[in-house]
């Protein structure tokens, strides 16, 4: 773990120093005032990222240099710039365990906090990520769904143990199939759908026992879906917390079976792009409705009702972007209460979308929060 070096300025208002200038040959006054004015200096010239936080940044990426599959790819030379980035810039890249381990204890996290995870262990994480992690001396979770291991172009068992044993590599489970877990069953919810859900999880964890000698505690959601039920079926399985794609950071206040992490692929992979996502506080929301981001109709275009707790929060600045459509402003359903509603113009297309709602607070610090939608009915005939 990398801290960001400490102020070492030569600033102690409190040593005594000889000559004609000497404080001690100061009226009393003229020195508190020199006190005071160097402690402001010292503040200054201090960086901010050496106090703790209260949030952390997650990002994930898939493929590294497979310029086959663009929607998920990132160069070996962008993701360099990434790694490059983030230690120039002192943040602390922590592994994802770390991560939910504070989150869990309430405990603030190391200054500038971020993580590093890849879905899906494929074989390019050996070629094009890993020789980086080692240069950077990064962590990266990799969440493997076993199934798939040792066929097409992803990792064998063997290989995996090999980066098990990396002191920066830990391994998260990321289902057996990589199933879309919402759409097993028409009766989503019911007692077979969640038999097939435990099943298949537990065909995952049972292959980690076989292959690496332990069960893993941190799940990664294939496709990033997930609904009320299938947070609980994970939370009940002992995993300490259970990872989304939806982008955002996360903190204290953030569902701990619903976090939060960047998609790093495709058009999302740029440094101006990697800046504006560490730059975002987690914009801590209290859902009013719906209470499951599951559609179950080819035209919706759902609202979102929700309380801010945060008095900083400046609403003007409040905005709520939408894929493919443009950006719309919450309005206020009761404003004594800090009740907010906003809801799309237009139904949402795809399998997937989200809301994301933006603001500043009086300080122009930027939060952000994204809110997945899912429709089951619509089907993906995803390729690898």
């Known amino acids: 773990m990398r801290y960001p070096a400490k102020c070492t300025a030569n600033l102690n208002p409190f040593k005594h120093q000889t000559g004609a200038s000497s404080c001690s040959q100061m009226p009393f006054v ?3 005032v020199q006190v005071v004015f160097v402690l402001l200096i010292w503040i200054l010239l201090c960086p901010v990222s050496s106090q703790a936080q209260d949030y952390a940044t997650v990002f994930v990426y898939h493929r590294f240099g497979d310029a086959r599959y663009p929607s998920t790819n990132i160069s070996v030379e962008q993701f360099e710039e990434h790694l490059r980035y983030l230690r120039d810039n002192d943040y602390n890249v922590i592994p994802l365990s770390e991560i939910v381990a504070a989150l869990r204890r309430g405990e603030k996290l190391p200054p500038r906090s971020v993580g590093l995870s890849a879905d899906d262990a494929y074989a390019s994480v050996l070629d094009g990520a890993l020789p980086l992690l080692d240069k950077y001396e990064m962590p990266m979770t990799l969440f493997v769904n076993t ?9 064998s068992w063997e290989q995996l143990r090999t980066l098990d044993k990396k002191s920066n590599i830990e391994i998260g489970n990321h289902s057996a199939h990589h199933p879309y877990y919402v759409s097993l069953s028409q009766q989503h919810g019911s007692a077979e759908w969640e038999e097939q859900v435990r099943q298949d999880i537990s065909t995952a964890q049972q292959a980690f026992v076989t292959h690496l000698g332990y069960v893993p505690q941190l799940f990664a959601y294939p496709y990033g879906e997930f ?3 299938l947070m609980r079926i994970v939370a009940d399985m002992g995993f300490a917390a259970a990872y989304g794609q939806q982008s955002g950071s996360i903190g204290t206040d953030s569902p701990l079976y619903a976090l939060a992490r960047f998609p790093m692929g495709g058009n999302y992979v740029s440094m101006d792009r990697l800046r504006s996502n560490l730059a975002m506080n987690p914009l801590h929301i209290e859902i009013i409705r719906p ?4 559609l179950f109709s080819a035209s919706a275009a759902p609202e979102l009702r929700f309380k801010l707790p945060n008095p900083d929060i400046q609403l003007s600045s409040m905005k709520c972007y939408i894929p493919g459509q443009d950006p719309v402003v919450p309005e206020v359903v009761d404003e ?7 809801q799309a113009q237009n139904p949402l297309q795809g399998r997937r979308s989200k809301y994301t709602l933006t603001a500043q607070d009086r300080n122009n610090r930027w939060y952000w ?3 997945l939608w899912v429709n089951p009915a619509v089907e993906e005939n995803y390729r690898e």
Do not use: H, N, W
Not at 147 to 155: D, F, K
Not at 291 to 294: I, V, Y
């Open 291 to 294: 209470e499951t981001p599951l």
């Open 147 to 155: 199934a798939a291991v040792g066929g097409g172009s992803y990792m």
């Open 227 to 229: 609904s009320p039920e």
């Open 369 to 371: 929060f994204s809110q």
């Open 336 to 342: 004594d209460a800090g009740i907010y509603k906003v």
């Open 30 to 32: 003229l020195r508190a």
